[in-house]
């Protein structure tokens, strides 16, 4: 679940979308296609991350980091700091970071399997998919299942919603903390109930309005045309398939023993999140599963990634696919996904261009973190493909 950071991510985004994108579209793809390949990557990654890395270490706040690097088929992974005080060590390619709002892009690629598989159709109204009547989720049109994964559906941030559930609420308990408390304490059936009371405020796809609940809901939705547990269908359509073991929602007792304990700035080490987020921000992996997973997000020719990447709302050279972010320059574009839980920041980028995705896990979160991070993956990018669109 990505908190306040990336509901100003999206809308920053929007606001500065320009209309450049026409400039020598031809030219760029020649020259993308001689410049990139042309950088003797193999022989210099080490280098160039272990000094983005660098960089990024320098800060006191930090604890460990992974990062993983494919390019042109090639995988390769790196890690930096430490995981705890109490294991002053590097994390491995065995390490397990929570991914947070990553997860929404694993339950965009299940909705459009079940698309694929003529389950549904992402533009069905939601409320097709659900027990009851529900005629408060229409304003002049229905809440359709791609607007559960691109922010324009005009649920709340989190189902129940209670006033609590307000960044701006009187508390002396933290806003994330007043949030996962909510999630962890409700049920599916106070999920439901509460969504019988939401108000619409504007026509779906209109507004965009951050929301949790729709990818929760979204998760709910292909459980129920499969009939399969949303776990279930992560391992039989995604996890399983890619050899990602250590992809998961609910961890083993030896997974549990292999989790990077999460960070606040100034050190303290954080109880994990609840994992009733599931579709919307759940799902906990390690830096090799999810190359793994970005690498296969690079190959435009599977269905299941072409419709997660088609966008479902677009805003001159900004665009959103099933919870994808994407910006164009020209003929190429670069596609990311960003993660922010307390505790753990994350990314996963991919340059379909390049052939270049880059995944990065970090176990420290605090109001710089994603923008320190954001920083590091556009230097890396830069340097192992020039003509990598830099992501905002």
Known sequence: MSLRRTAASFRSISRSVTAYVVLCAVSVTAQAAAQDSALPVPHSLETIVSAAAAAYLDNPGTASLSIGVSYQGENQTFHFGRISKAAPVPPTDSTIFAIASITKTFTGALLARAELDGKLDTKDPVSKFMDGSYPNLQFQQPIRLFHLLNHRSGLPFILPNPPEANPQFDSPIPFPVRVNNIVANSSREDFYRSLHGVELKAVPGAQFEYSNAGGQLAGYVVERVYGQDYESLLR????APLGMPDTVIELTPAQAARLAPGHEKDGTILAPETSKFEGAGAIKSTVKDLLAYAQWQLDESDPVVALSHKPTYTNANFS?????????EG???????????PGYASFCILQPDSKLAIVILSNELDDQTLNRLSEMANRIMKAVAPLSVTKP
């Open 236 to 239: 039989r359509f995604i996890t």
């Open 320 to 328: 959103i696919g099933l919870n994808w972010q994407i910006l164009r």
């Open 331 to 341: 003929e190429r574009r670069v596609i990311w996904q960003d993660g922010a839980i």
